[in-house]
C-alpha cells in the first residue's frame, strides 16, 4: 500500500481544489505518456515503476512546448470521463450539431486515441474492445456508418493508413479522442489542440476541441467542415487546466533540478500548495502520486454539485516496456 497521501483533515479540501487534483493527474498521464522506450531504458524502468524525480529529469516539460498540448488532450479526455460540466456540456452541445444521434444525449463518453500510442501494447485492442463489436463510426456526409473496429485498426497505421481508408473517413487517422454518448454505439473523431490555429481537418473528422481564445469566443460553431466545442478561458476549464500544468511544471523544475521558469508564470496559491506536496516525494512512483491526486478528487463534500468519477490509468500506458539493451563497441578515438 502506498504512502503518499495530500489528504489533510485539518485542511479539507474544497471544490476547486478537488478540480485542480484531477487535472494535475492528467498532466502526470500525459508526462508518462511521452516517455518513449529509449527513455525507460535509459531509466532502466517499465511506466509504472518510474518516479516523480526520474520523471522530471527525462520528461520533456521544460523544453517541449508540445508538451502542454499532450497535457491538454489528457486532461480533456479525463473531464469528460470524469464528468466535468465545464468541458462536458460545450462538447455535448457541439456533438448535437454534428449529428442528430446526439441530440437527445445526456453526457458525452471519451475513448483516448492518438495513432502515435497504436505501438503499445494492447492499446489498439483495448480501444476496439471498449468500443464493443456492434460500434459505428460515424462518417462526412450521409450514407451507412462504418464498423468501429476494422477501420480504426487501419487509422491506427497513422499517415500510411489514407490510401487505406474510405473517402468519407480519409483523415480519421488524425483523431485524438473518439466521442460517443451513454450508449456508446456511435462514435464521432475529435482532434483536440490547445491552439485552434492548429487545427487539423479533413474527411470523417467531425468535431475539435480548442480553448477560447482573443480571436475565437468560447461557444459552439462551424469552421472549416468541423463543428468546434470552444472551451471558456478566464473562468471555465481553460483557467484550470493552466494553473494544473504550472505547478506540475513547477514541481518538475525543482526535482530534476531545471532551469526556472517565467518568475511571473506561477500557478495560483492552491496550484501552489499541489505544488508543494508533488515536490515532497522525490522518490515515490509517479503511479501512487497520481492514485493520490485521485484520492484528492473524489472526496465527497456537502453541497457538491458534482462528482467526479475516478479515471483509472488504461493498462496501455503502465505496460510500456524498456527498449532492448543494446551493447555498443568500447569508444577508440584516432590520436588528434
Known sequence: MSEVTFLNQREPIDEPGRALAAVGRSVLRALLDSLSAADLTDLNATAGEVTMRQLAKVGRIDR?????????????????????????????????????????????????????????????EATVKAAGNQAVLLPDGQGHPFAFGPWVSVAAEGKAAEAKLKDRIKSVWKTDIFLSDQDEMRYAAATIKSNHALLETGPGLRLGIVPEATNLKAGTRRRDGLWLAVLPDRDGFMALFHDGFQAVAEAMDTLGKMSRGKYYAKPSVAGQKMQAQLEKYPTAKVVDIVAALDEIAQQQLIGVSTKLVSVEAPDWLLLKEKAPKVITAKPSFEPL
Not at 499532450?70 to 479525463?78: K, L, N, R, S, T
Not at 442528430?100 to 500510442?117: A, C, H, I, N, V
Open 64 to 124: 517541449d512546448k508540445g508538451m502542454q498540448g499532450d497535457g491538454f488532450e489528457w486532461a480533456v479526455h479525463e473531464a469528460i470521463v470524469g464528468g466535468e460540466l465545464k468541458v462536458t456540456e460545450p462538447i455535448a452541445a457541439a456533438l448535437a450539431k454534428a449529428s442528430p444521434s446526439f441530440r437527445s444525449m445526456s453526457d458525452p463518453t471519451s475513448l483516448l486515441f492518438g495513432y502515435e500510442r497504436a505501438k503499445y501494447l494492447g492499446f489498439l
